[in-house]
């Protein structure tokens, strides 16, 4: 029986994840916290890469089980399957993807997937915009791709909701004051 939290926080650029999985981290007791951002080749030989990354990640969260240790990821493979699904990759990784969230769902953990978005989409261009925000060089994120990911986001967690009872979905709106975001996750993860 699960005796730990897995808690993945998904959402595009500017919706808030490290400030909250930085929260989750440090507010939950016994948790690490992961950041994981993909791979970078976009080639179909990317995606084979992500695959296997994906496949010992998962082996990683098995073998994690039952050890009273919490993990809070920002990014895994929902990510790849989000970027696919917009078409900035060469390649589909659906297969890939159902196969994971296959095996991600019968791990012994309480398991929360978490998307954040705004609901004020205008928002996403002050937010990738503001001063000390991290560029990355293959990409240069704007609020129109934030807004496409956040659709593809949202459309993933209904799928995920509707096929696996088991698994904790929440979307959170990242819009409004952090003090009542934060209250929200501690009464949904029960913190």
């Not at 909250?20 to 080639?43: A, C, K, P, V």
């Not at 990640?57 to 790849?80: A, S």
Request: proline share 1%; with cysteine; aromatic share 14%.
């Amino acid at each position: 029986m699960a005796n730990s939290k897995l808690i993945v926080v998904e959402g595009p650029q500017g919706a808030g994840k490290t400030t909250i999985t930085d929260f989750l981290r440090y507010s939950i007791s016994y948790t690490n916290l992961y950041r994981l951002s993909g791979t970078s080749d976009s080639t179909t030989t990317g995606k084979k890469k992500a695959e296997e990354m994906y496949i010992d990640l998962l082996e990683y969260m098995k073998k994690m089980e039952n050890k009273n240790i919490n993990m809070v990821f920002d990014r895994t493979f929902f990510t790849e399957e989000n970027y696919c699904r917009l078409g900035k990759k060469e390649y589909s990784f659906t297969d890939v993807y159902y196969k994971l969230l296959e095996d991600f769902s019968k791990l012994d953990f309480e398991i929360y997937y978490i998307t954040l978005y705004l609901k004020d989409e205008k928002l996403y261009s002050e937010r990738l915009n503001r001063e000390g925000k991290a560029i990355f060089k293959e990409s240069i994120y704007n609020a129109e791709n934030s807004i496409n990911q956040q659709r593809i986001y949202l459309k993933i967690a209904e799928e995920i909701k509707e096929k696996y009872p088991n698994i904790n979905v929440v979307n959170i709106a990242n819009d409004k004051d952090l003090n009542e975001v934060k209250e929200e996750l501690r009464k949904i993860i029960d913190f």
